[in-house]
């Protein structure tokens, strides 16, 4: 499976990016997809995933009402709407796959699209 991430860029604050994956692959079947980002110096963190039959969506807590995430399942594509960005949501984000219903793992990582709030 293959996962590229795009739509990062410069924006102000209270601005709004919206990002994309598209994953390609034959063995592409997901439980879940999720995105996570990694601001610099920090470890990676969870941002919101989404099941990949049936759209269940989760978000971190400190996130929730500003990112909103959706897929096309048709398209293999997954998507992270941001708003009312803030300087502390400058990192590089990335989708991953979570395989399976059992094991809470994400086994297949893009290479990330950096996004950079700032004035």
């Known amino acids: 499976v293959q996962l590229v991430e795009s739509g990062g860029g410069w924006v102000q604050p209270g601005g709004s990016l919206t990002l994309s994956c598209t994953a390609s692959g034959r063995s592409f079947s997901p439980f879940r997809m999720g995105w996570f980002r990694q601001a610099p110096g920090r470890e990676r963190e969870y941002v919101a995933s989404?099941?990949?039959?049936?759209?269940?969506?989760y978000y971190a807590d400190s996130l929730k009402g500003r990112f909103v995430i959706s897929k096309d399942n048709g398209k293999r594509m997954v998507f992270l709407q941001m708003k009312n960005l803030v300087v502390e949501d400058t990192a590089v984000y990335y989708c991953g796959q979570r395989p399976t219903v059992e094991k809470n793992e994400y086994t297949s990582w893009g290479n990330g699209t950096e996004v950079i709030v700032s004035v």
């Open positions: 989404i099941t990949w039959i049936g759209g269940s969506r």
